[in-house]
Nanobody, 117 residues
Framework: QVQLVESGGGLVQAGGSLRLSCAAS????????MGWYRQIPGKQRELVAR???????NYRDAVKGRFTISRNNTKNTLYLQMDSLEPEDTAVYYC???????????WGQGTQVTVSS
């Protein structure tokens, strides 16, 4: 089992920055890819960014150049640095992890990010 706990959400004005953190605990040795999804009420959850255990990253086009995903394997923590925030970034952000033994995914409880115009 893996437990994920997010922190760092909040209210910020457009153009501002926030950094989300996701602390992993439990069977962390089995984790491969980690990442962030977000969800707006009434819409499907969408991938924001992900990072492999080797450090390879992928971003959705809307956040490229503004968001940076990173992970500290020593601290078992995933980060999402969000700069130049836009009102369209307002959503609940979820941390996820994919474990490989056994193969399954884990999710955090979500953290609200609100960007005011």
């Amino acid at each position: 089992q893996v437990q994920l706990v997010e922190s760092g959400g909040g209210l910020v004005q457009a153009g501002g920055s926030l950094r989300l953190s996701c602390a992993a605990s439990g069977s962390i040795f089995s984790i491969n890819t980690m990442g962030w999804y977000r969800q707006i009420p009434g819409k499907q959850r969408e991938l924001v960014a992900r990072i492999s255990d080797g450090g390879s990253t992928n971003y959705r086009d809307a956040v490229k150049g503004r968001f940076t995903i990173s992970r500290n394997n020593t601290k078992n923590t995933l980060y999402l640095q969000m700069d130049s925030l836009e009102p369209e970034d307002t959503a609940v952000y979820y941390c996820y992890a994919i474990a490989v033994s056994p193969v399954r995914d884990y999710w955090g409880q979500g953290t609200q990010v609100t960007v005011s115009s």
